[in-house]
C-alpha cells in the first residue's frame, strides 16, 4: 500500500469544494468524467477516499490541460486556498504526484490556464500568486489565512 498522507486529508472538504466548482448542467450537457478537471480531481479524490494513499500514479501527467470551460472563479479561488491548507508543508519532500498537488493542478488549469511549480510550501506558493496573479492572490490569501 502506497504512502498515507500524515495528518491525513479532509476528502469531505476537498469534495465540496469540487462540487461547488463543478458546472454539471451549466456549462456541460453531460459529464465529461476524467476528461474535465474537475472530474479527473472528483476520481482521485473517490479513489483516496476508497485506499488512502499520499500519491496518485502518473497524477501530474494526467490532469487534463487541455480543459478550457469557464468555471467560477471565487469556487476556484476558495478551492485553492482550502487545498492549500490540506499541504502539509513537506518542502523538500514534496513529490508531483502527492493527491494535493494533483488537485491543486487542476484548479490552477482551470483558474490560470496551466499548472505551476509548487515547492512544497504554501507561503512560497501565495508569494508566487501575488507576483503573477496579483487579481486572484489576494483573495487566495484571504481565504488560507482564514
Excluded at 62 to 67: S, Y
Aim: proline share 3%; charged share 30%.
Amino acid at each position: 500500500m502506497g504512502e498515507v498522507h500524515k495528518k491525513g486529508l479532509d476528502a469531505d472538504l476537498v469534495w465540496s469544494d469540487l462540487e461547488n466548482c463543478c458546472l454539471d448542467g451549466i456549462s456541460c450537457s453531460q459529464c465529461q468524467g476524467k476528461s474535465c478537471t474537475i472530474g479527473y480531481a472528483k476520481q482521485c479524490i473517490k479513489d483516496y477516499q476508497k485506499e488512502p494513499k499520499k500519491e496518485v500514479p502518473e497524477g501530474t501527467a494526467h490532469v487534463p490541460t487541455m480543459d478550457l470551460k469557464p468555471f467560477d472563479e471565487l469556487e476556484l479561488e476558495t478551492a485553492i486556498a482550502h487545498i492549500l491548507k490540506e499541504c502539509k508543508d513537506c518542502k523538500e519532500d514534496h513529490t508531483e504526484n502527492c493527491i494535493i498537488n494533483v488537485i491543486r493542478n487542476c484548479y490552477e488549469v482551470d483558474l490560470f490556464g496551466d499548472t505551476h511549480v509548487y515547492e512544497g510550501s504554501a507561503l512560497q506558493y501565495l508569494m508566487y500568486l501575488k507576483e503573477n496573479y496579483p487579481e486572484h492572490s489576494a483573495q487566495i490569501a484571504d481565504l488560507y489565512m482564514k
